[in-house]
């Protein structure tokens, strides 16, 4: 049955568990792949969780030269392999979340890999299992479509998407490195 | 759409050669399952997974309860007992040198009987706390008054919890934090949560909370701040500090005038109706508007709200409990479920956050001045004789009541009290008025601390016990439901660290009274013992053994007998614990905070709680995560009372009170009322907002006004900040 990371944002507490959690999943060297934000610090107490999105077809992929990040059958865009990351970082300037992160010391990239030892086996990742605000979930396809149809019952909507209020699909086009690779020197 | 049952299904997460050891948090009275990771080579606690089939948890951790495994093997834990020769030292870290146990039993015996043998039994205290068992706590009132035989034994509880349970007590007649388990929370309609940080003090309630919303339930907030609990109410009563009696009187008061009360369940199941009516009536939404400074509307509405909620569940924390009228603001907040009969069925009911891990069950078995187990009284002969048929002794051999924690210092300024045991507590950061707190310890001719870390307290020892961590022993604690659930030992105790109640059997031996402890070897005999002390008695645990804990994912007391299951709902035949079988709605006259707002200290000063720390700081603060997150306190400064002051964002200001002053950054947020500033207490020496709160104390609890004082802020001169460096 596949499962999704469903992001509530509203929920957010910004107590910052789920980057403790990230710590423990057993794959991710004691390190936090994560984010939480304060949104208007000064102002309220609203935060957010940035995770990685495991985009369907991932910049930070997309702009690996070597090759390095893999992307599994169910969806997730892992960290970098150890033998093939070159250590170029064109990853972490290409992401448009400015997820992954570099290991100057190891000459490596790490990410969230939707703790890919556990999800693959039915174990929610480290982040949704702990969210204490629900903020995180790790839900089913109906659990979704539940979700969606709460969306339509809205007198006013949040999304430019109205029939899919929870797609992160964008209007923005992003570049990835390397634009200049083929530019002629002017002399 | 909670889920309860998928994670049930959740199979654990296996590594390599490791273990799994289910247990419970060491931090707040959530008690959140987690399963512990052992690495089955070395035998020791290597990390942290969710543990799924918590019926109250189900996996979720705060990120205490993340790293809480991190407190077991750190570098800081105490390995050996510490002496200290030279008590010019006291108030510091200096002098100590490691001893062996035999050493430092042999110099406590000495110093205990030669203080008692000069100044009489009562010249030694014990003051104790409540993260730690059941067992613990049981045999911590029984060490004091059996082995150590004062009357001067009480615990931390006090800044805690008591004015719930004074207050439980007196429209009750029993004090169970909840009258209800939290698996009900998100099935109510209305949730009226008053005074509790939940987000960021019990943050594993708040998926039941939003649920209540998400199936379009109401939430209604009362605090001074927009707390990340109270952004998303539907109503935020943000009242001015100290005022909540008026608004539980204003919240009354409208439910009757409104036609809400429940009048068949008012005249069958309570007392006092009349008198207390005749309180609340002058509380009109304008009159409370007034005090609270909270909008006519909101409090309109609010009580319309819960009146029409078919369903509804009070709650409230430290914010309306630390308060000199904290027993009467539970008692008024609880008259909302007895005047509208919302209590006492599924859905429907009372609780109180309870902070402390074992803040529950601690307060139950004798730890208290004036309580013996089973939540008997020690001034009720009755209940003396029962408890004295279980340890062996006389009942004239039981010791005089004795007084509260913070009284306890003032005792000691005095030198009736001339030596201290102090347990699981840390109050040299954690109670009010710290000037008088820190001079009181000094002023002691001996004192023991037994803890896993040198604290702040420690520094005032002459002699420092290892106490092992929560993972290193084993028994029970009752979480804030009532629900009594069992602590797993997951390695042995590191280094030469003892578990306290061994610490007490020892101890005992050494003081001649070994005839009444010598023959509690384990922790499950300790727990045996105690659940024979508290059978009869209110808290009645004596059915409630570890393997019907097992059994039952925990046991709700009372619980009488082996058959019992025990009492996941309080009241349901509708029979309140008073003789007559009646709850009492008490009639309670508003009075103010100890210290209003004046010319000279304008501000409110209220503290509290941040999501990354735990009490005192003694545990969390060791731990790199936290830390990290929120290395020191600060003061949170509305923008315009900042402007009206000429601050910033992140200056470092004076705030000061009548008592003292600190030094802290200033955080703008717009998320406090602009008359009051709100700092975090976990911190100590110099940091300590303790150093300015106010020791008016509750006169039934004897909480101290922790969450209200009259402050002023200065800019900080160059001068007066070196001063605090």
Known sequence: MKQYLYIEMDNCIGCRSCLAACTQCGGHDQRNRNYVYDVNPLVDRQTIPLMCLHCVNPACARSCPAQAIQITAEGAVLSALVEKCIGCQNCTIACPYGIPKFDEAQNLMYKCDLCYDRTKEGIPPMCASVCPTNTLQWVTEDELSMKKEQHRLGKWMSSREPFDPLEGETNVKISLPGILQGKQKLF | MLKDEFFRTIANKQHPNEALVPTHCSYCGMQCGMNLRVDKSTNKIIGVEPRYDWPVTLGKMCPKGVTAYQQTNHDDRLLRPLIRDNPQLKG??????????????????????????????????????????????????????????????????????????????????????????????????????AGSNTAECHPTSMFRVWEVQNRGGYLIVADPRETPLARRADIHLDLRPGTDLALANCMVNLLIQNGYADKEFVSAHTNGFDEMAEVVKAFTPEYTSEITGVAVEKLIRAAEIYGKAPEAIVMFARGIEQQQKGTDNVSGYTNMCLVTGKIGRPKSGVATFTGQGNGQGGREHGQKADALPGYRKITNPKHVEEVCKVWGIKPEEMPQPGVSAYEMFELMLNKTIRGMYLLCSNPAVSAPNQHTVRAALKELDFMVCSDLYLSESCEFADVVLPTTSWSEDEGTVTNLEGRIIKINKAQEPLGESKPDWQIHVELAERLGRGQYFSHLKTA???????????????????????????????????????EDPGTPYMFLDKKFYHGDGKALLCALPYRPPAEEPCGEYPLRLTTGRVVYHYLSGNQTRRIPFLNDMCPEPYVEVHPETAEQYGIEHEEVVRLYTRRGEVFYKVKLTQAIRPDTVFVPYHFGHDLSINLLTIAALDPISRMPEFKVCAAQIDKATEKSSRRSQ
């Open chain 2, 524 to 562: 499950r005999e300790v727990a045996d013992e105690f659940r024979l002390a508290s059978k009869g008695g209110y808290a009645d645990y004596y059915g409630a053994t570890w393997d019907k804990i097992d059994k039952q994912d925990g046991v709700f007391w009372p619980c009488k007998s082996e």
């Open chain 2, 92 to 193: 510091t870290k200096d002098g100590f040198r490691e001893a062996s146990w035999e050493e430092a039993y042999e110099l406590i015996v000495r110093k205990f009987q030669g203080l008692q043998s000069q100044y009489g039994k009562d010249s030694l205290s014990v003051f104790s706390g409540v993260s730690m068992t059941n067992e613990k706590c049981y045999l911590t009132g029984k060490f004091a008054r059996v082995a150590l035989q004062t009357r001067y034994i009480d615990y931390n509880g006090r800044f805690c919890m008591s004015s719930a349970a004074a207050g439980f007590m007196r429209t009750f007649g029993v004090d169970r934090g909840s009258t209800l388990p939290w698996t009900d929370l998100h099935q109510t309609d209305c949730l009226f949560i």
